[in-house]
């Protein structure tokens, strides 16, 4: 984590290559974990996490493929990853347009603000302590 004067706090997210780079100049307005299917798949891992950051608080550096799946909200989401890696490091839910959706495991900061809220828990692995308690 990275601290620039003037604009408070600032947090850089990146793929495993670090081509693509989200600087985030603000602290988050929600951090939300999912345990649906689609971020199980998309992550490889057991639940997705993102931080939700006002879309005028985030900077994108480098270049990134894109790939669109529905939501059940009836909104597309927008998912960018590198072209090179592969790693997810943002995304764009079309319900929500203000706000751009960061990868929380991208910051690879173990200090970055824990999830408020846990959906998607009708798939969530037994093993998975439930979060939010
Ligand atoms: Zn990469
Ligand atoms: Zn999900």
């Known amino acids: 984590m990275s601290k620039q004067k003037g604009i408070g706090v600032a947090r850089i997210a990146t793929c495993i290559c670090g081509n693509l780079r989200a600087t985030c100049a603000d602290e988050p307005q929600k951090v939300s974990l999912c345990h649906c299917f689609a971020c199980q798949r998309r992550t490889g891992s057991v639940f997705g996490i993102a931080a939700f950051f006002h879309r005028e608080a985030v900077r994108v550096e480098g270049s990134s493929r894109c790939y669109t799946r529905p939501s059940d909200s009836g909104f597309p989401v927008?998912?960018?990853f590198c072209p090179s890696c592969g790693s997810t490091v943002?995304?764009?839910p079309q319900r929500k347009p203000?706000?751009?959706a960061v990868a929380v495991g991208a910051f690879a900061d173990p200090a970055f603000p824990a999830p408020v809220q846990a959906v998607y828990a009708e798939h969530r692995h037994p093993w998975v302590e439930d979060p939010i308690g």
């Open 78 to 80: 927008r998912f960018h």
């Open 90 to 92: 943002f995304w764009e």
């Open 98 to 100: 203000e706000l751009i």
